[in-house]
């Protein structure tokens, strides 16, 4: 069975950085496309990045490019999220998403809420 558990939300003031991390298990996780998805309230999931299986390469959403870094460590079978100088429209849940190429299957983790506020 496939787990994703998301970590590293909180409240946090506009400004500062953040770091998520997402830890899969149950899949072949060098295998899998790694992205990360928010959703801010009333408003659909969107994508903000995703790095490619083995680590090859890493692609971002609309306007998500500059502020965020996504990171994969195949070995740990974690990918990571840096969100640098956070602002208040970053508040959002933030969703770790894997999609293994191999059974073209999709799966998603509970999220983490991150909160940008003074």
């Known amino acids: 069975q496939v787990h994703l558990v998301e970590s590293g939300g909180g409240l946090v003031q506009p400004g500062e950085s953040l770091r998520l991390s997402c830890a899969a298990s149950?899949?072949?996780?060098?295998?899998?496309?790694m992205s990360w998805y928010r959703q801010i309230p009333g408003k659909e999931r969107e994508l903000v990045a995703t790095?490619?299986?083995?680590?090859?390469?890493?692609n971002y959403g609309d306007s998500m490019e500059g502020r965020f870094t996504i990171s994969r460590d195949n070995a740990k079978n974690t990918v990571s999220l840096q969100i640098s100088s956070l602002k208040p429209e970053d508040t959002a849940i933030y969703y770790c998403q894997a999609w293994d190429t191999e059974y073209d299957l999709t799966y998603w983790g509970q999220g983490t809420q991150v909160t940008v506020s003074s």
């Open positions: 790095a490619t299986n083995f680590g090859g390469n890493t």
């Open positions: 149950g899949l072949t996780f060098s295998r899998a496309f």
